[in-house]
């Protein structure tokens, strides 16, 4: 009996191993998107603003490090000037309408408006931008969607430890709080951070982000702690304070790609690789009984003990602390971009640093050639991942709603990019997919608007819909194809694989 149970398991996981999930996506019939759904674009502060010293804005941890270590970035730029959205926000909003998205969901730069970090001083200059962006976007009944914290940390804020001290919890807090009092009579939708696991994990345990830490294994999991309660402190006082009189929604933007076994061997491999990379942010929050996934907490006290450390270096959550978190997100933010396929096998010891988040997790990861739409691509196109991530989301977490705050394709530039038009479309069908099955999706956004500074990649790599021309002083944007395709989703609220947009013109039609 019980080898009967162990065939059908197996079949069972079989069948589970997700390329068997047929896509609809080649599909030529048009699909229709629900009454209600919203569409929209992404950016954020450091990667479009520039003015990175103007009117009273102090330096933030991007500024500090391009300026001091300027090759840190592939082609040694920076976001002093970047599309200089700080001047030229009217044309950003242009565009936006030009396109005919729901909303625009862009991020606050601290430093602008809290140059001391603290709110011992506002600063008039850097609020009157953002009411003036917030207000234009308003004019043409375009909703402003806010993330407080998209990487740019004050570089004060850095000296003292950063996203590693627990009193940031306050700091963020106090910053919160201002920007509600600021600008949410009008602002209605709040992300608190972008992706927790690319600030710690990117940013404190390796060299792909600033500040650079690079300390593995520690800095990461004190930082997954702080950034947490950060994030609820920021939800708690929206929601005591708040809530009642401006009526928004407060929410977290997670970063999670999709990780596929190899094979029927790596199962169980894969499922901790999906815990380590997203549950450690996610389960926190959603899960039943809040706290980091049981897999990791186990996994890195064992490993912590054998290495000789007297606790687990991942800091645990007090049982306050684990109820001050849980069920702090309006809505589930969901970044997403690629699948990775993993393995575990005797060679992954001593494969990575010791200590380390992959080291605590013992997968390999790689990205098979054949999910390559060409050779110029940046990233990988594997539509059926970002539908296994959204059953599971919606399957292990009770069907949270989701907004798609991040999606997108990166390319080194061209106006025709059929490439992102392939991707956009069967990433949309994919998604359709998982919502025709139950899963509650509620909005969709582009990453990005416009091309912008690549964190590490600096101009190198193009996420845009638009292209920028950075030669030019105005930073000329101009429609790529995918412009012309998203924009007639959006008119049409549908999915139609066979429109093709070279009769859509995009220099702003004055009927929209
Ligand atoms: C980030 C963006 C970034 C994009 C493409 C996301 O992880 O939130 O800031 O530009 O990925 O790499």
Known sequence: MRGAYGLFFLIVCLLCLSESHEIKSSRQDVRKFPDGFRFGT???????????????????????????????????????????????????????RELGVDYYRFSLSWTRIMPNSFPDKINEAGVQYYNNLINELLKYNIEPMITLYHWDLPQKLQELGGWTNPHIVDWFGDYARQAYRLFGDRVKSWMTVNEPYQICNHGYGDVLKAPILNMKGVADYMCAKYVLLAHARAYHIYDEEFRASQGGNVFIAFS???????????????????????????????????????????????????????????????????????????????????????????????????????????????????????????VKTVPWGFYNLLKQIREDYNNPPVYIIENGFASQGGLMDDDRVQYIRNYMSAMLDAMQEGSDIRAYSIWSLVDNFEWMKGYTQRFGIYEVDYEAPERTRTARKSARVYKEIMRTRSLDFSFDPSDITMPLDEGH
């Open 256 to 378: 999670a790609q999709w990780y596929e076994p190899e094979s029927e061997n790596d199962i169980v491999a894969a499922q901790d690789c999906n815990q380590f990379l997203w549950g450690l942010y996610v389960h926190p929050i959603y899960a039943e009984n809040g706290d980091y996934p049981p897999v990791v907490k186990q996994r890195v006290a064992a490993k912590s003990a054998a290495q000789g450390y007297p606790r687990s270096r991942l800091i645990e959550f007090t049982p306050e602390e684990i109820q001050y978190v849980r069920g702090t997100s309006d809505f589930f933010g969901l970044n997403h971009y690629t699948t990775y396929s993993v393995y575990r096998n005797e060679s992954v010891q001593g494969y990575y640093e010791i200590p380390s988040l992959y080291d605590d997790a013992e997968v390999i990861l790689y990205q098979k050639t054949e999910w390559s739409l060409g050779e110029t691509d940046l």
């Open 42 to 96: 992404s950016t954020a502060s450091y990667q479009i603003e520039g003015a990175w010293d103007e009117d009273g804005k102090t330096p933030n941890i991007w500024d500090h490090m391009t300026h001091n270590e300027p090759c840190v970035i592939k082609d040694c730029s920076n976001g002093d000037v970047a599309l200089d959205s700080y001047h030229l926000y009217k044309r950003d909003v242009e565009i936006l």
